[in-house]
């Protein structure tokens, strides 16, 4: 079982990016999907949550209005887009699957049984 992030890359302060998440091994169309980020020196930080079917999503506050989650599960993928990009977004982005049944939104990466290996981001001034 493979989650492969990719997307990541230099880009500009108020720039965007898309992440895709690409997902083997097995399907996830029925779990939990997130991303999470980790900056140089820091913890490794929520970003998104969305549910199975993507019909619900879920942002940290210093994303939201900025970030979408989305995913296709024809395709075993899910997505980060990131517009209006801040040097404080810098960070390594990882994506998540989760197959655990929580009444939360999954904002802690204990919840989480599957990690990508991680795309850098980084945001220059």
């Known amino acids: 079982v493979q989650l492969q992030a990719s997307g990541g890359g230099l880009v500009q302060a108020g720039g965007s990016l898309r992440l895709s998440c690409a997902a083997s091994?097995?399907?996830?169309?029925?779990?939990?999907m997130g991303w999470f980020r980790q900056a140089p020196g820091k913890e490794r930080e929520y970003v998104a949550t969305i549910s199975w079917s993507g019909g619900s999503t879920y942002y940290a506050d210093s994303v939201k209005g900025r970030f979408t989650i989305s995913r296709d599960n024809a395709k075993n993928t899910v997505y980060l887009q990131m517009g209006n990009l801040s040097p404080v977004d810098t960070a390594v982005y990882y994506c998540?699957?989760?197959?655990?049944?929580?009444?939360?939104?999954?904002?802690?990466?204990?919840?989480?049984?599957?990690w990508g290996q991680g795309t850098l981001v980084t945001v220059s001034s």
């Open positions: 998540a699957a989760s197959t655990k049944i929580e009444s939360s939104y999954y904002v802690s990466p204990s919840l989480y049984d599957y």
């Open positions: 091994g097995r399907t996830f169309s029925r779990n939990v």
